[in-house]
């Protein structure tokens, strides 16, 4: 019987089999299962341990997981009329079931991380990768068997959980219903992270040993600070988005634990004037659809890359469509009802709610950068037929449309429209706003500015891309840090001793749009230096787009001299 299992699930996907035989070895298995129960042993015994005693009734103490009138802010400990002390059991499961969740989830999607980019690391060493990837199986079925495979001592592990998750969940009268959908979003959450840890292990590779911890840790890093952030800020705030990347706060009943009590839980989350947040059920389905969505555009890359290494992460089609849902996503997070329904002014919200989508942003389109510059072999092949197209005579318009849905063309004209997406949806906000024109005018400035340095950070990367140098990940890398990072030092060296001049060498760096949105502008001649930045900061895109023809144009001659020569100049 188990042979004609192994025989089906081989059929149905190799690489699954292939990776199931490595890892469900009987040591593993006896480790991994020792490992998970004695956690959750320990786990048990750390919250007995916080359980009031049986003299804390005669000495008049307190304890969180008492039932009597509050003494020191914690409830005071009474007794039973056969002498045992009262426990709020509903309130110790619920904390033990929400730390269990805690560890469950983030051990889940970190671990699974790390073992899955270093495994396509391991296969790179070894050369298998590309055996694999000449396979007869789909991509698809490739990919899929890494993901069911690979973590499967992670999935044993949490396994091993479920019962005790229940068990805690149905005690501090959870729902099964609330508990199932926090599972779904855990299972949707770990689908996301580890579709894109397949994406950073196979572009990433040039990273070598340090790709596993880099992928993990980052990961890591993020759920840690949103968890820790986010937690006591509204949710009428843009930066509410991450929060639908954090399974932690879709753990049913996390208000009411002695540890996390907050009174912005969701309640008050409105999606643009829509009030969403009293539903469970539809915010633990908007969590699953973001990502859900996110992963397809995540898979695009995927399929592309794991044939193709040379190829982008996403066509400049789908770059497109990832900055329309992104924009609109991130937008509806907004607090509208004090911006454009209140009747009275809030500036101050328009402009952190600019400011929290302008940071937002700005990791996008970092994101798009990687994701849609070609590298110089692409270019080489482009710039050649680029150079043999120019002499047939080709039309403007079909230059254009290479320039806008082109797989191999530069990147800048791409960068440069979905700037355009992103600002003109942005601009809804300064323009529905309740505030001023003076207000609106630094929103204004704010966005421009914005979309200028995504078009300098664009041209730049393209350049270093494009350069005949052997690290030119690490120059386009190194470039951009310097570019961004700075002008930001710079600024803040001047601010002790010139605290006037540093906010227009601020303007030169990546907190300029910050600084234009936040700084008074009554004054004419700070508007005039906000202008005079813009001009310098399109001057010099412009410099570098003339360098990179120029580099394009030397590159698509010499690849074309070459072609066209006569074979007995080639030899």
């Known amino acids: 019987m188990l042979n004609n299992f192994l025989d089906r699930l081989g059929d149905w996907n190799p690489q699954l089999l292939r990776e199931l035989k490595g890892r469900l070895q009987l040591r593993n298995i006896i480790l991994t299962t020792i490992i998970s129960l004695g956690s959750q042993f320990l786990l048990f015994l750390a919250f007995q341990s916080q359980l009031p005693i049986s003299q804390d009734r005669f000495l008049n103490n307190s304890n969180k997981y008492c039932t009597g009138k509050l003494l020191y802010g914690l409830p005071k400990c009474l007794s039973d009329e056969f002498g045992d002390t009262i426990i709020n059991w509903q309130l110790w499961w619920l904390d033990l079931f929400t730390w269990l969740s805690i560890f469950a989830c983030f051990s889940l999607l970190v671990i699974g991380i790390y073992l899955l980019i270093s495994d396509l690391a391991h296969e790179e060493r070894r050369g298998t990768l590309n055996f694999i990837r000449l396979s007869p199986q789909e991509s698809q079925n490739i990919l899929v068997g890494k993901i069911l495979g690979v973590p499967i001592l992670s999935y044993l592990a949490i396994a091993l959980v479920i019962p005790l998750h229940l068990l805690s969940g149905l005690a501090a009268n959870i729902s099964l219903g609330a508990i199932l959908g926090f599972d779904a979003v855990v299972l949707a959450g770990c689908l996301f992270?580890?579709?894109?840890?397949?994406?950073?292990?196979?572009?990433?590779?040039?990273?070598?040993?340090?790709?596993?911890?880099?992928?993990?840790?980052?990961?890591?890093?993020?759920?840690?600070?949103?968890?820790?952030?986010?937690?006591?800020?509204?949710?009428?705030?843009?930066?509410?988005?991450?929060?639908?990347?954090?399974?932690?706060?879709?753990?049913?009943?996390?208000?009411?634990?002695?540890?996390?009590?907050?009174?912005?839980?969701?309640?008050?989350?409105?999606?643009?004037?829509?009030?969403?947040?009293?539903?469970?059920?539809?915010?633990?389905?908007?969590?699953?659809?973001?990502?859900?969505?996110?992963?397809?555009?995540?898979?695009?890359?995927?399929?592309?890359?794991?044939?193709?290494?040379?190829?982008?992460?996403?066509?400049?089609?789908?770059?497109?469509?990832?900055?329309?849902?992104?924009?609109?996503?991130?937008?509806?997070?907004?607090?509208?009802?004090?911006?454009?329904?209140?009747?009275?002014?809030?500036?101050?919200?328009?402009?952190?709610?600019?400011?929290?989508?302008?940071?937002?942003?700005?990791?996008?389109?970092?994101?798009?950068?990687?994701?849609?510059?070609?590298?110089?072999?692409?270019?080489?092949?482009w710039a050649r037929y680029r150079h043999i197209a120019d002499h047939k005579g080709l039309s403007n318009s079909y230059v254009i449309k290479d320039f806008i849905w082109g797989e191999k063309s530069p990147s800048v004209v791409a960068i440069a429209l979905n700037a355009s997406i992103a600002i003109t949806f942005l601009s809804s906000l300064i323009i529905l706003a309740n505030n001023n024109s003076q207000t609106k005018i630094s929103a204004v400035y704010a966005l421009i500015l914005a979309g200028s340095l995504a078009m300098l950070y664009a041209v730049l990367a393209q350049l270093m891309l494009v350069k005949k140098t052997r690290h030119r990940i690490f120059w386009a890398i190194g470039s951009l840090g310097a570019v961004i990072v700075l002008p930001v030092f710079i600024m803040l060296m001047f601010w002790s001793n010139y605290p006037g001049n540093s906010n227009f060498i601020g303007l030169f760096s990546v907190a300029a749009p910050l600084l234009a949105l936040y700084t008074p502008n009554a004054e004419s001649l700070y508007s005039l230096g906000v202008l005079f930045v813009i001009f310098m900061q399109v001057m010099i895109s412009g410099l570098l787009i003339l360098q990179l023809r120029k580099q394009l144009r030397k590159v698509g001659e010499s690849a074309t001299k070459v072609l066209f020569a006569p074979e007995s100049n080639r030899r």
């Open 193 to 381: 992270y580890y579709s894109a840890a397949l994406l950073f292990g196979l572009v990433g590779s040039w990273l070598g040993g340090f790709q596993a911890w880099l992928g993990s840790g980052v990961v890591l890093g993020f759920l840690l600070i949103t968890k820790q952030s986010l937690i006591y800020i509204s949710t009428n705030s843009a930066f509410v988005f991450l929060r639908f990347f954090n399974p932690f706060y879709f753990i049913p009943g996390l208000s009411g634990t002695s540890y996390f009590t907050s009174r912005y839980q969701w309640a008050d989350f409105h999606w643009f004037v829509l009030p969403l947040g009293n539903s469970n059920i539809i915010i633990t389905n908007l969590a699953i659809i973001n990502f859900f969505s996110l992963m397809y555009f995540t898979w695009q890359g995927l399929q592309r890359c794991f044939r193709n290494p040379n190829a982008t992460m996403l066509s400049k089609q789908q770059s497109y469509l990832l900055t329309f849902y992104f924009t609109i996503s991130s937008l509806g997070c907004v607090n509208w009802q004090l911006i454009v329904a209140d009747k009275f002014s809030y500036s101050s919200v328009m402009r952190d709610e600019l400011a929290c989508l302008l940071f937002l942003h700005f990791w996008l389109f970092l994101y798009l950068i990687a994701a849609i510059t070609p590298h110089r072999q692409t270019l080489q092949d």
